[in-house]
């Protein structure tokens, strides 16, 4: 089945600077790629998505790039902020299988006021 | 905005006990899905629900597990006889169709295994 690899698994920034988050997949087949944020006990909120026909696609401070020769993807946030401080997962899921999300281990970023 | 929403917030059974999560999908919402997230680690996938039948299972979701949609608006995961490691967070999702449509995940039931 499907195997996703996140890193780093924990990441400090001041406010200000911007976080990068990678995520490898191992199924060629997967097409469909969210993020999530989830506040501590809160939910997985999902922040931005992307599907394989696309490379990049950006909304206001977040932008996630996609390669699927590689089978790579990454997330972008710039100006970081203290209210960015949370767990990011990233995920992919395929067309068939009714859509499991298969999750990635997760990275839990820290902006430093 | 239409929300997931999800009954008890917290479940504390002792082992051995039954236990039904309960949850109401977003109304025009079609396919239904439950997962788990044990204190501290990654979401898994559970099962996937729709047309009033399971699409897909995890080795998770064992012969102890069990889904159902009772009535128009309610899904239901019930642990037959719960041990101590199915103490987690468990999270309803739902999305209105499939292949590349977001899933919107309720607040969670942390349940407690005693």
């Known amino acids: 089945g499907e195997n996703v690899e996140q890193h780093p698994s924990t990441l400090s920034v001041q406010e200000g600077d911007s976080a990068v988050i990678k995520c490898t997949y191992s199924d060629s087949a997967s097409n469909y790629f969210p993020w999530y944020k989830q506040e501590l006990g809160k939910r997985p909120q999902l922040i931005i998505d992307i599907r394989s026909n696309v490379g990049e696609k950006k909304d206001q401070r977040i932008a996630v790039t996609l390669n699927k020769t590689a089978k790579h993807f990454s997330l972008h946030i710039t100006e970081t902020q203290p209210e960015d401080s949370a767990v990011y997962f990233c995920a992919a899921s395929k067309p068939s299988g009714y859509q499991k999300v298969t999750f990635g281990t997760g990275t839990k970023l820290q902006v430093i006021p | 905005e239409p929300e997931v929403t999800q009954t008890p917030s917290h479940q504390v059974t002792q082992m051995g006990q039954e236990v039904i999560l309960r949850c109401v999908p977003i109304s025009n919402h079609l396919y239904f899905y439950w997962y788990r997230q044990i204190l501290g680690q990654k979401v898994e996938f559970l099962v996937s629900f729709y047309n009033n039948e399971i699409s897909e299972k995890s080795e998770i979701f064992d012969d102890q597990f069990s889904v159902e949609r009772p009535d128009g608006s309610n899904f239901t995961l019930k642990i037959r006889s719960t041990k101590l490691e199915d103490s987690a967070m468990y999270f309803c999702?739902?999305?209105?169709?499939?292949?590349?449509?977001?899933?919107?995940f309720g607040d969670g039931t942390r349940l407690s295994i005693l």
């Open positions: 999702a739902s999305s209105v169709g499939q292949g590349g449509e977001p899933q919107h």
